[in-house]
């Protein structure tokens, strides 16, 4: 199992508390938009680049990111993605960002 299957494998409740442990911010990034968008925000501001991998992956599952850094064409189609991600899917990716290993 890869550590993104494992934290996509976790409960909302258990995300938001692993997001609080390593943000130090009360929120609910998992159901709120807003929320997500503050955590978002942190791990842009740390990483800006993983948080883009990851957040490609998360809403592609395990995406071959070697593909987009052989040509580093993005189309729109995977522009659209990101931009519609869900908080779920945000937090999900601000976690594997900041808590990278």
């Not at 390593?22 to 968008?37: F, G, K």
């Not at 680049?49 to 070697?66: K, Q």
């Not at 189309?75 to 990716?93: G, I």
Request: hydrophobic fraction near 40%.
């Amino acid at each position: 199992m890869t550590q993104l299957q494992s934290v996509q494998a976790w409960s909302d409740e258990k995300l938001d508390e692993e997001i609080l442990e390593i943000t130090d911010r009360m929120a609910s990034p998992t159901q709120s938009l807003e929320d997500s968008l503050e955590v978002q925000a942190k791990a842009i501001e740390r990483k800006p680049r993983e948080y883009a991998e990851n957040l490609i992956r998360v809403v592609n599952g395990d995406f071959p990111l070697y593909q987009l850094k052989e040509n580093y064409i993005f189309n729109l189609h995977y522009l659209n993605q990101l931009l519609q991600a869900t908080p779920r899917q945000r937090a999900e990716a601000t976690y594997l960002t900041i808590k990278a290993v």
